[in-house]
Nanobody, 115 residues
Framework: QVQLVESGGGLVQPGGSLRLSCAAS????????MTWYRQPPGKERELVAG???????NYADSVKGRFTISRDNAKNTVYLQMNSLKLENTAMYYC?????????WGQGTQVTVSS
């Protein structure tokens, strides 16, 4: 069955870095647009970064220059490198896979930025 499993979240100080991973299975990963979303406490889910099957990327303005999304189709994994983390980056981070009407979500990984 389809699975998206996020990992790499945790507690980090402001200015620190984390690398999130999302391991996919059960579908043809290389054909899908992969996107990271996040949901801060008490707020709606928002797009963080996306990468197409052609490796084109897009980012939320708030993370440009600090976050980098990448994918390894051989490993069926998408990554989110997060640098210079800020307090407001605290959120549950979710991985999404989308192709046409297919839309899959992971369970999320918590990122907490705190001093």
């Amino acid at each position: 069955q389809v699975q998206l499993v996020e990992s790499g979240g945790g507690l980090v100080q402001p200015g620190g870095s984390l690398r999130l991973s999302c391991a996919a299975s059960g579908f043809r990963f290389s054909n899908y647009i992969m996107t990271w979303y996040r949901q801060p406490p008490g707020k709606e889910r928002e797009l963080v970064a996306g990468i197409t099957n052609g490796h084109s990327t897009n980012y939320a303005d708030s993370v440009k220059g600090r976050f980098t999304i990448s994918r390894d189709n051989a490993k069926n994994t998408v990554y989110l490198q997060m640098n210079s983390l800020k307090l407001e980056n605290t959120a549950m981070y979710y991985c999404n896979a989308q192709q046409f009407l297919n839309n899959f979500w992971g369970q999320g990984t918590q990122v907490t930025v705190s001093s």
